[in-house]
């Protein structure tokens, strides 16, 4: 038993590592310096509210730039790093990250969720919004 709580330790630890190699692409760079207007005015808005450095929020990259590519010019899809920006998270009034959330076109907020997402539960809230 306390060979597989080991060899358990080690994993999470490579998977850790690897995570962390990942670049800041496209979705992560969409809040630089804090200038992106959250909701998007007059667009369908998903903003990930999370950190470079959290596992979750690494796992979640993949998905958001899977989405950002399906989605671009229907839904505005923005990452903001409160590590970088603790305001955005005061703002948002974020308990843990990370937190998504879907703003209707008119800015309102029309649902939030905290933790991994997957991409088909992120895909039927944005359908729920009108996005095909």
């Not at 990259?61 to 903001?80: C, G, Q, S």
């Not at 939030?112 to 997402?117: C, L, N, S």
Request: aromatic share 8%; with cysteine.
């Amino acid at each position: 038993m306390k060979n597989l709580f080991a060899v358990r330790t080690v994993m999470m630890l490579i998977v850790i590592g690897c995570l962390s190699l990942l670049p800041a692409t496209g979705v992560f760079a969409a809040f630089s310096g804090g200038t992106q207007e959250i909701p998007v005015p007059g667009m369908v808005t998903l903003a990930e509210l999370g950190s470079k450095s959290c596992v979750p929020c690494k796992l979640m990259l993949p998905i958001m730039e899977e989405l950002e590519k399906e989605y671009k010019d229907r839904v505005a899809i923005v990452f903001v790093d409160v590590m970088e920006h603790p305001g955005a998270g005061q703002k948002f009034n974020i308990m843990a990250i990370p937190t998504q959330i879907f703003f209707d076109a008119d800015g309102k907020e029309a649902f939030r969720h905290v933790g991994f997402m997957e991409k088909a539960a992120i895909v039927a809230e944005l359908e729920k919004l009108g996005v095909k």
